[in-house]
């Protein structure tokens, strides 16, 4: 659900309020990764602001999808250089894990 989008009806925007606890409860199963957030949703145990957060400060862009990063190039792009050690090292421990994910045909679930 994209709590970015603020201009809706007053129901939507009392609902925002209640996204960050529903995303907290849910589990996201990896599809094609294009409505999942890189940093926000819960892809894995913990979602990555929470569970890097020094790494997300970083971030250029942090309503990225999992299917952008994914794609990308370099990994090392999605981030305002330079990161500091204890970023470096959530990188790191970020990168041996994204590996292990593949995309596939399937939406996000």
Not at 29 to 57: M, Q, R, V
Not at 58 to 87: C, G, P, R, Y
Request: hydrophobic share 45%; aromatic share 10%; proline share 3%.
């Amino acid at each position: 659900m994209p709590s970015h989008i603020k201009k809706r009806s007053i129901w939507w925007r009392e609902n925002l309020k209640w996204i960050s606890k529903f995303k907290s409860l849910t589990l996201i199963n990896i599809g094609d990764g294009k409505s999942c957030l890189f940093w926000t949703d819960n892809w894995a145990p913990e979602c990555l602001a929470t569970a890097a957060p020094e790494l997300c400060s970083f971030a250029k862009n942090k309503l990225i999808s999992m299917n952008e990063v994914l794609n990308m190039d370099t990994f090392s792009d999605l981030f305002h250089l330079l990161v500091s050690q204890v970023a470096l090292t959530q990188m790191q421990s970020l990168t041996s894990n994204l590996a292990l994910i593949t995309l596939t045909e399937d939406n996000d679930k």
